[in-house]
């Protein structure tokens, strides 16, 4: 039976959710918020606690205060709730906090690069956000494991160019689960068979972590989880705080990506020692606030469990799919019949541009979507069908207006009653595409079309 979660508790959870908003005819209605794999709104708790703290906040690590201490221990304590989040090892492992998960991802592949060895390659994917991808472009041979024609990973072709590069790949950098399409990833299967190749795994649990349980399983495990990353502004928990966890042992080694005070043991104008990791990792003052948020964030999602989260959000998803389909000219660019997935759904209306769609959806009904490539370029230029030669043709005409798409993505707070207040307003925009066109084409830019306004590409392609 399906759960209706249209009545949960768990709005009651979430700062915001009844806040009033302008729509373009001067109308204030309860914003809707279809835009969490970009970021998620606050929770109660975590801003409760921030508020419990902050009394007690001090600098963190070094202060003689009584108050220093005591933010020193929440925030060293924190590493111990992540840790038991995600199941990863308390004796092995290290849990470095970070701004996010792209701080965590450039942290690990500096570290791992100035190790010695062969092993010169990183297999990332076609799904990766740039997050997961530019990092590792400077430093090492990268390759990218194929998608099918829905944009599904490939386990084929990740064992056949594990094969194929005969023991020198060092990683298997995988998102746990795409912003794009929300597929979620076997990380399991695809940990077993890095290990059984010789690699290692970094799993980048940015969409994967708020929405469904992460085991990083034991180090024994072939299905362990070397590394994994991730940001609390996506699980209710702003304040910038991020996570990169991984065997303590390879931070020890080299220099770290960041330096300066609080990464040091002792110094001289000629010789540096480093100080152990986390602390190494974590050059200057540490962020206490965005530890408290995220551990505070942490015990709230696990007390309303995970696997719940999982379920809720992904009724939301098939009530959305069921009901998007039958709108005339909605496009979907990824398999909408999945099972493993959380809940994000990337489509096109025929005929307007997805650019003006957020914009219409937001002045007329006052929901929040995003549109443009996602920071996911070459995963979105593949599910577009687009050729190398159409982007060149982009990369060099900064007036072209830009092909994208548009994306809806539920947290845990969202219902049934907000989709079909979508549906709603999306099926009026599919039977009315030109009146609306016309309106907002004429609102971007004083009667002037999007592309005689220079709406060009680089204005509008950058939403993540
Ligand atoms: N990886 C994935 C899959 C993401 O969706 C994002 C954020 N859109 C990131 C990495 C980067 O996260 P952050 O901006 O918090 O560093």
């Known amino acids: 039976m399906r759960h209706d979660p249209s009545n949960s508790d768990l709005r009651k959870l979430i700062i915001g959710v009844e806040q009033k908003i302008p729509l373009s005819d001067g109308k204030y209605v309860t914003a809707i918020n279809f835009d969490n794999a970009a970021t998620t709104p606050v929770l109660y708790p975590v801003l409760r606690e921030i508020n419990h703290f902050a009394p007690w906040y001090s600098s963190v690590h070094r202060g003689g205060g009584y108050k220093s201490k005591v933010s020193s221990d929440i925030y060293e304590q924190g590493r111990a709730v992540v ?43 076609f799904m990766e956000h740039a997050a997961n991808d530019l990092p590792w472009r400077n430093k090492f041979k990268v390759d990218y494991v194929e998608v099918d024609r829905f944009g599904r990973l490939s386990i084929e072709d990740l064992e056949d160019k594990l094969i194929r590069y005969r023991g020198s790949v060092k990683l298997v950098s995988v998102t746990g689960a795409s912003n794009v399409t929300g597929y979620l990833n076997p990380i399991y299967k695809i940990a077993a068979l890095a290990h059984k190749y010789g690699a290692k795994i970094l799993v980048d649990g940015a969409q994967m972590v708020p929405h469904t349980s992460v085991d990083m399983k034991s180090f024994d495990s072939l299905e362990h989880i070397d590394y994994l990353a991730f940001s609390a ?113 990337p489509f096109n209306l025929e005929g307007v541009y997805h650019h003006l769609l957020p914009t219409i959806l937001s002045d007329e009904a006052g929901i929040a ?7 996911t370029h070459p995963y979105c230029e593949r599910l577009l069908g687009l050729s190398e030669e159409d982007i060149n043709h982009y990369f060099e005409d900064e007036d072209e207006m830009f092909p994208g798409m548009v994306r809806i993505s539920f947290g845990l707070y969202n219902n049934y009653k907000e989709i079909d207040k979508f549906i709603s307003i999306l099926r009026i925009i599919a039977e009315n595409k030109e009146y609306y066109i016309s309106k907002y084409s004429k609102n971007l830019s004083s009667n002037q079309t999007m592309k005689e306004a220079g709406l060009c590409n680089h204005m509008f392609n950058h939403g993540c």
């Not at 080299?254 to 974590?282: C, M, S, Y």
């Not at 962020?287 to 007390?303: E, R």
């Not at 999982?310 to 799919?321: G, T």
Request: overall charge neutral; proline content about 4%; aromatic content about 10%.
């Open 83 to 125: 840790q038991s989040f995600v199941n990863s090892d308390k004796e092995r492992d290290v849990v470095i906090f970070t701004k996010n998960t792209t701080e965590a991802i450039n942290i690990l592949s500096y570290v791992l690069s100035q190790q010695k060895t062969q092993q010169k390659v990183i297999l990332s994917t």
């Open 369 to 375: 979507v995003r549109n443009g490539f996602f920071c």
């Open 233 to 345: 502004h996506k699980m209710y928990a702003p304040f910038g705080a991020g996570v990169l966890i991984g065997p303590k042992k390879d931070f020890m080694e080299g220099n770290p990506f960041v330096q300066g005070g609080g990464a040091i043991d002792l110094v001289t104008h000629k010789r540096v020692e480093w100080d152990e990791p986390a602390g190494k990792d974590e050059a200057g003052t540490p962020n206490a606030m965005g530890v408290v948020a995220l551990t505070t964030a942490i015990k709230t999602l696990q007390s309303v469990g995970m696997d719940y989260i999982y379920q809720i959000e992904k009724s939301l998803y098939d009530y959305a799919i069921s009901h998007m389909k039958n709108i005339p000219g909605i496009k979907f660019y990824s398999d909408p019949y999945r099972d493993d997935t959380i809940s994000v759904i």
